[in-house]
């Protein structure tokens, strides 16, 4: 069996955020980590090796020090890394993202391909159902359990206040969700070996059926108008009240906002 999980490097937002002029992410001045959500996803691959025996490639778009979440990832128990990245792939939306992941997956051979529901820097969770779009295959979003039965994923999928249990065969798009799992911790042994290993770079040139026209910030039809640093709140209304007085108070100004 053959796993594929996409991964990306987001900003560590707790060291600060930082923009380009055109409005995007100044990703190589930042601090980076592997995005949760692709962390847990990566996490059910692996655990699906341990129990059926599989073999898991991580794949991951961004600047040249991506190759460290791709390290990170083989350091858990991924067995080998793909880098894709070049210069004409930067600034790109979900839409160019997703055609660019869509173009190397096509190189390799795969039965599952898990992602992260969304990314904690752009929070769209648009790539993955695009990326399965792109393939033909069926994906199933939103995933807080995945088995393997036989040739098909059994997935139980969040809903709302409830979950939806659905079956796919193979080839098929999962979308992990952080609360999936506990990700394991990166091995002594497997951080040396990591670290010595070959990860595999891709660049434009390698990308299967993709037009240059739908990649990178050229080909992506999202554009920012303005970005900026997150804006800091006022102090509120603050009031002194005794209890009887505090409840009305509250009740009031839920039922002012339609709240109730």
């Not at 799992?181 to 091995?187: G, L």
Request: charged share 30%; hydrophobic share 40%; with cysteine.
């Amino acid at each position: 069996m053959k796993i594929v999980v996409c991964v990306k490097q987001v900003p560590d937002t707790k060291g600060g955020v930082k923009f380009n002029p055109d409005g995007t992410l100044d990703r190589g001045a930042m601090l980076t980590i592997m995005n949760p959500d692709d962390k847990a996803g990566l996490e059910a691959a692996l655990r699906i090796k341990d129990e059926y025996g599989a073999e898991v490639t991580v794949l991951t778009m961004g600047l040249p020090k991506a190759d460290e979440v791709l390290r990170e990832a083989m350091a858990m128990g991924a067995d080998k890394g793909i880098l894709v990245t070049d210069r004409v792939l930067g600034g790109a939306d979900t839409w160019a993202t997703s055609t660019t992941l869509a173009g190397a997956l096509r190189n390799l051979d795969y039965d599952l391909i898990i992602t992260g529901r969304q990314a904690i820097d752009g929070d769209t969770a648009q790539v993955g159902p695009q990326i399965s779009e792109h393939l033909d295959i069926p994906v199933i979003s939103y995933a807080e359990d995945i088995k393997i039965d036989g040739d098909s994923v059994v997935v139980q999928r969040q809903y709302e206040d409830r979950y939806h249990i659905l079956k796919a065969k193979m080839p098929c798009l999962v979308t992990a969700l952080a609360e999936l799992n506990e990700p394991r911790y990166m091995t002594p042994g497997g951080i040396f070996d990591a670290y010595d290993a070959e990860v595999t770079v891709w660049g434009r040139k390698d990308l299967k059926d993709v037009e240059d026209s739908n990649l990178g910030l050229a080909g992506s039809p999202t554009k920012i108008a303005k970005a900026s640093d997150k804006v800091r709140k006022g102090a509120g209304e603050k009031v002194t009240l005794d209890p009887e007085e505090a409840v009305d108070y509250i009740m009031d100004k839920l039922a002012e906002k339609h709240v109730i």
